[in-house]
């Protein structure tokens, strides 16, 4: 679009008023008036029919890959080449990332390429044009890991880090920085082989100490290059995993926490539940105190209440001396509870039932309250539906029989999964039903009693 | 020294202003008179270019290369007349008449006689833009500073000597030569010989590559290097519209003066009859419906001889459209028969459906439902492939055109890089797929009686749409309705728009399905449609329009 401005520009006398740009100084951007002001300049004609063909030929590549038609997508493929030499420069600068994509897909499955042919396009499409060689060499690298070609991988990545030509983007600094990445993610990998290596040999072995050195200076060269890239903002999960596994090895303890914990805590981050998972497994690692260990879950249950670590979470809070941790913990459990995929949780529902019990014992009833005020529409049909009373019966009578307390204590002795459950026969969990019968008959929020 | 080919040379010397000039050793013009050496060489001012042979001969006779890298020293209109002349070679191919070469030999010296006078005056300021409207199509992106045509500044724009100053040319009154005027041309030739190639025809010709337009420049010879502003001349990225050609041949017509074409008799192939039964049999139509065109053609005016002939110095209206009327009169005879209202049509249908059933021994009555599924399939099937071939059509010749010699090796480079990655594409391609050139045909569906699948209505007969009355046989249909109500009388070159959505569905297929055969647009045809309308009904749009009549179709 650059150089046609500049053409509107040419011949315009000083005195002439000409809007040469169709961006009013508010901010405001119509790009449908460009096109009407650029027909205009052409003497109104339409689009040429070449323009008209390449992008025809366009969608039909992309329906062929849609529809997994890989031979008709290659037909296509071989008349898109000619946009490479599109006289439109706009078009032209950016064939050759379409191309790369539409055919390392194509050749990526059709039954006919192998790894030569890919090669030999990834080579070829990585010398046209400056602005592609690092990103072609990334999802080449990709690729080529993805088949097992480790070794030519890091090959390939090692040409592209010393890549220097274009211009000096900021997007050019985070592919290089992701090249390094990779390369220092398969450094990570020979490390921690050598490492495995390394357990089997003895102390005393003779070749201890040479791959001991060995292995040490992996782990030196692939901190180096993943450290560079962790400190850009996004997410970077298995990167930030393999380097803390690295520095915990060699006992750098201050070093992984520091990583972990700006990982995590980092607003310029985007927020990621995994972050503070990893801080708390390292954290529950390195024994910290269980106030840490709390205020870091914290954060995840508010992110991710439904997650499996927030019955540790739960753990922790039970046994927390504080009284708001405590009434923490019955909303945990609720919180985790009310996701679908954690109906059957067995582990939930026992604490559930353990803590209602403890609780109303403990004359909270106000806590338990106001946790089912909000809860008391739905949860009936939710979990406590005849339905679910056979389902769950069949499929898992402890299971069942955690729900029925539950039931029992919060919908009263009267509800009909309870009442169901009462009346199944069972030699071994009998007993504990007639228990849960008197408890629930002492303690249940909705006895007229309390 | 060649004192008679210096004759030629007749501008005035700069110096002494005689009109005096011999050839220097290296083939440029000095002046006798002063002794003053021009920058011009001797190629420039020979306009003899009657055989084409000899067209060959003379650019080989072009051998005072400035430089060995540059080529050849060429104008433009020279890579014109190599266009020409492939293009004759193409049609005489193709079976027409070798006539047609001298012809257009003829037409392309005495048209551009003027034009090596005006090139000559190289050194002259190149003509200003006199806000006239733009003569030519040409759509240049480069921003080359316009120059002063000096002669080393131009050949570092453009290959040709006067690519620059060429393209910048917009006089009034000037008709320049275009890529697309050579098939105005072309058409002009075939109609002088009123060959067997309508426009529609010629046009889907030059689509299917058999007739040199895209990269026609690729067949210069070697030395004639192209670049810079020979780009935008010769370098077509969109294949010829109709309309524009047609314009484009009146145009040319008017401008030299010709006189009136050979005479379009009834036994001629642009004749409507003739056309009309040759389209008929293409969308599978009963040949019984010929009488029917015949008798529009005859009540309209439309067969007369004065009305078809093209005379370009008449002010008559110039109507060479010739397969577009064919085509609008077919319309126009199935919207008698059938109405095309999304209604009777079917009803007919309906009837003759039963008829058929019952007398399987007899001629089949034409059963319009059986013809749209038919038609609608194959048609269908048709444009689907089309439009598959032309997102697949490679524009790009193997000589790239390129802006500047700096250019030059990366657009090489480039095609190499494109031609490497076509062939390793091409191995995965499966080779049976790729199906070999197909012939030129003039038919584009072919019907015949003895294909089970696709039934043939060419012998169906018109007896269910026809009731007979007395000695004469009306149609069953009583009905017309009028394509367009009001012509439009602006300055615009249309009378009338084509709205889809207004019309039936019927209609709206027939029109999609002829379009679609002559490579138009619907609201082309529409139009014509209107027009023989417009002419059969004239009392209607003369008076207030009654809306039945009832038509009457004599038997012959």
Redesign the interface.
């Known amino acids: 679009m650059s ?1 046609f401005s ?2 509107l520009k ?1 011949p315009v006398t000083d005195d002439e008023e000409v809007e040469t740009s169709v961006r009013s100084g508010a901010g405001m951007h119509f790009p449908w008036l460009q096109t009407y002001v650029e027909t205009v300049a ?2 109104g ?1 339409r689009k ?4 008209q ?1 390449t992008s ?2 366009l969608s ?1 590549i992309q329906e062929a890959l849609l529809k997994h038609q ?2 008709q997508a ?6 898109y ?2 946009t ?2 599109d ?2 420069s706009y078009k032209r600068q950016a064939a050759p990332e379409i ?1 790369w994509k539409l ?1 390392s897909e ?2 990526f499955y ?1 039954p ?2 192998n790894m030569e ?1 890919f090669n ?2 990834a080579d ?1 499409m990585k010398n ?1 044009g400056v602005m592609n060689y690092l990103k072609i060499s990334l999802q080449h690298a990709l690729y080529l890991l993805h088949h097992g070609m480790l070794k030519d991988a890091k090959r390939n990545l090692s040409e592209a880090e010393t890549w220097r030509h274009g211009e000096n983007t900021s997007s050019r600094e985070i592919l290089i920085n992701l090249i390094q990445a990779y390369k220092g993610l398969l450094q990570y990998y020979t490390w921690s082989k050598k490492k495995m290596e390394l357990s089997k040999l003895d102390k005393d072995d003779y070749a201890y100490n040479a791959v001991a050195q060995d292995v040490f200076n992996h782990s030196w060269k692939t901190s180096a290059n993943i450290s560079a890239l962790i400190k850009i903002p996004g997410v970077w999960d298995p990167f930030v995993k393999s380097y803390v596994e690295m520095l915990e090895f060699y006992g750098d303890r201050d070093g992984a926490q520091e990583v972990l914990t700006n990982y995590a805590y980092d607003e310029k981050f985007p927020s990621n539940p995994n972050a503070h998972i990893y801080l708390y497994n390292f954290l529950k690692r390195q024994k910290a105190p269980r106030s840490k260990l709390i205020s870091v879950l914290k954060i995840l249950y508010q992110i991710v209440p439904s997650h499996k670590l927030m019955l540790e979470f739960h753990t922790l809070l039970r046994k927390s001396e504080k009284e708001e941790h405590r009434k923490l913990g019955l909303e945990v459990l609720f919180g985790v509870l009310d996701f679908a995929g954690c109906t059957k949780n067995i582990t939930a529902w026992k604490y559930l039932a353990k803590y209602l019990k403890n609780i109303l014992m403990g004359n909270h009833l106000a806590w338990v309250q106001e946790e089912w005020n909000s809860r008391k529409n739905w949860w009936p049909g939710f979990h406590f539906s005849y339905f679910w009373a056979k389902s769950d019966w069949k499929e898992d009578t402890a299971l069942a029989c955690e729900k029925a307390f539950v039931a029992g204590l919060l919908l009263g002795k009267g509800c009909r999964y309870f009442r169901y459950i009462l009346k199944q026969d069972h030699q071994i969990l009998g007993k504990k039903i007639k228990r849960m019968k008197r408890s629930v008959k002492k303690y249940s929020i909705v006895n007229p009693r309390l | 020294m060649d004192l008679e080919e210096a004759e030629e040379f007749k501008e005035r010397c700069t110096q002494c202003a005689a009109v005096s000039w011999g050839l220097t050793d290296e083939g440029k013009y000095y002046c006798t008179n002063c002794h003053n050496v021009t920058e011009r060489s001797q190629e420039v001012t020979s306009t003899d270019l009657i055989p084409n042979t000899q067209i060959k001969a003379l650019n080989r006779g072009l051998k005072k290369k400035s430089n060995t890298e540059k080529g050849w020293d060429w104008y433009v209109c020279e890579g014109f007349q190599y266009i020409l002349y492939q293009q004759a070679e193409a049609l005489k191919n193709l079976g027409v008449g070798p006539e047609l070469k001298v012809l257009e030999d003829n037409l392309s010296q005495s048209d551009w006689a003027s034009e090596p006078e005006l090139l000559s005056d190289v050194s002259c300021p190149p003509f200003l833009e006199s806000g006239a409207e733009s003569q030519s199509d040409i759509h240049t992106r480069k921003p080359f500073p316009i120059s002063k045509a000096s002669q080393s500044e131009t050949s570092v724009c453009s290959g040709s000597l006067d690519g620059v100053e060429y393209s910048q040319r917009k006089e009034k009154g000037i008709v320049k030569m275009t890529v697309p005027r050579t098939l105005a041309f072309c058409y002009l030739s075939l109609l002088w010989q009123r060959e067997a190639i309508t426009l529609s025809d010629l046009l889907r010709f030059v689509e299917e590559n058999h007739i040199p337009y895209i990269n026609a420049f690729q067949h210069f010879p070697e030395q004639m290097k192209l670049y810079g502003r020979d780009r935008g001349i010769f370098g077509i990225e969109s294949w010829p519209d109709y309309e524009d050609i047609y314009k484009k041949t009146i145009e040319v017509g008017t401008f030299l003066d010709l006189p009136r074409f050979p005479d379009i008799t009834e036994d001629c192939y642009l004749h409507p009859n003739i056309l009309c039964m040759k389209y008929l049999m293409e969308v599978n139509l009963p040949d019984e419906m010929h009488s029917l065109t015949c008798h529009v053609v005859k009540m309209t005016g439309m067969g007369e001889v004065d009305f078809l002939t093209f005379d370009p110095i008449a002010k008559m209206a110039k109507t060479v459209k010739y397969d577009v009327q064919a085509v609008a009169i077919i319309v126009v005879v199935l919207k008698l028969l059938f109405l095309l209202d999304d209604n009777f049509e079917w009803s007919l249908s309906n009837l003759a459906e039963k008829h058929n059933e019952k007398n399987k021994k007899d001629k089949p009555w034409f059963d319009f439902r059986k013809w749209y599924q038919i038609m609608k399939k194959a048609f269908d099937e048709k444009k689907q492939k089309w439009e598959e071939a032309r997102a697949k059509y490679l524009w790009k010749s193997e000589k790239p055109l390129y802006y500047s010699f700096i250019d030059k090796p990366v657009a090489y480079k480039k095609r190499e890089m494109v031609v490497n990655l076509q062939k390793q594409f091409s191995t995965l391609v499966d080779s049976t797929a790729t199906a070999g050139k197909k012939s030129p045909s003039s038919f584009q569906f072919n019907w015949t009686e003895e294909d089970t699948d696709r039934t043939c209505f060419h012998g169906h007969s018109l007896q269910g749409v026809l009731k007979e009355k007395g000695q004469s046989l009306l149609t069953k249909n009583s009905l017309y309705w009028l394509s367009t109500q009001k012509f439009c009388r602006c300055y615009c070159t249309h009378v009338t728009t084509y709205e889809e959505s207004n019309y039936s569905l019927s209609y709206q297929f027939i029109l999609n399905l002829f379009s679609f055969l002559l490579r138009i647009k619907t609201s082309l045809l529409h139009e014509e449609v209107s027009l023989v309308e417009k002419k059969l009904f004239e009392k209607k749009y003369s008076v207030t329009r009654k809306k039945s009549r009832s038509k009457k179709v004599r038997r012959h």
């Open positions: 150089d500049e053409e040419g052409i003497g004609k040429k029919d070449f323009a063909t025809a030929c039909f890989w031979q290659a037909e296509y493929m071989y008349s080449f000619q490479l030499e006289s439109d191309i055919g194509i050749l059709h006919k390429s042919t030999t396009f070829r046209i």
